[in-house]
């Protein structure tokens, strides 16, 4: 999760598309490219933390590196799987340090993963002189919206883990050390 804020950072640099001594399009392509890593990691995250049910089949997963092939594969063996984004706040019910909202909206969909994984992949190859051109300014638009998605579905999320009774909550930036980090929760019956 370290590495993905890293390349968030990256994203950002690149987002304004007016780097010195970089074109508009070198900049696009850049974003895209770490976008596309980023989501290649959520995937790959994913793939880790349900590590125990892809274990027979290692050799076959070893070799992805499509996000989608792989998301596809975990979500067979646990529909849960992908990161569920909250809001952890103070609590103010007595005995209880905090409490957490699932967030509704504005976050990166399984839906809307797929299709950014997909669009940032197009743009990485060469434009075909005889092909249609790459329309510059839906990639000016949609990396924004893009990066705020995933940055929302991982900032703090949680996993839900096949055969496991616990939930475990992600912090991308842990308040007291600045690293990302995860804990073990479970629920409380109202």
Known sequence: MDEVTQRFSVVDNFSNFQIPGISETVAIESACLQLRKIL????????IANKKQFE??????RKYYH??????DIEQANK??????????????QGVNHHIDFVEEGYLTRKKFEKAYDKCGKIMHATNPLGS????????TNIRIWKEEAKLLIHEHTIVLLNNPNIYLIRMVCPSSGKSHGYVISKIEK
């Not at 996000?67 to 596809?72: D, E, F, S």
């Not at 849960?80 to 019910?93: E, R, T």
């Open 133 to 140: 051109s790459t329309d510059l300014n839906y990639y000016k």
């Open 40 to 47: 290649e990691l959520i995937s790959l995250g994913s793939l």
């Open 67 to 72: 996000a989608n092939r792989i998301l596809n």
């Open 56 to 61: 027979e089949k290692k050799d076959k997963i």
């Open 80 to 93: 849960h799987f992908y990161p569920a984004p909250v809001k952890v706040q103070k609590s103010q019910k």
